[in-house]
Nanobody, 116 residues
Framework: QLVESGGGLVQAGGSLRLSCVAS????????MDWYRQAPGKQRELVAA???????NYTDSVKGRFTISRDNAKNTVYLQMNSLKPEDTAVYFC????????????WGQGTQVTVSS
């Protein structure tokens, strides 16, 4: 089970930190991902962090968002700075079991709304 928190309403230029707490150890999971889905749009991968700590970001958030993980707390974070109205979406975390399997477990999502 994955539970996200930290969403909310923020003005453009502001910051939020999302958290995703897993009910089991994430130590051996291939990667933990953050996705987002805006109204009328497909769900997109925003950021990912592997078990070894390697990170990847979609181009639109590079330099503004930072993904991190705390294996001891079974928690993944997404620090979001310099938020823009186009970042408005429901954000989901997912447990990714690699390129042949992909995301298997999903959280329920947390709403992020950025006002202009």
């Amino acid at each position: 089970q994955l539970v996200e928190s930290g969403g909310g309403l923020v003005q453009a230029g502001g910051s939020l930190r999302l958290s995703c707490v897993a009910s089991r150890s994430i130590f051996y999971i291939n990667a933990m991902d953050w996705y987002r889905q805006a109204p009328g749009k497909q769900r997109e991968l925003v950021a990912a962090i592997t078990s070894g700590g390697q990170t990847n970001y979609t181009d639109s958030v590079k330099g503004r968002f930072t993904i991190s993980r705390d294996n001891a707390k079974n928690t993944v974070y997404l620090q979001m700075n310099s938020l823009k109205p186009e970042d408005t979406a429901v954000y989901f975390c997912a447990a990714d079991f690699g390129p042949n399997v992909g995301p298997v477990y999903w959280g329920q999502g947390t709403q992020v709304t950025v006002s202009s």
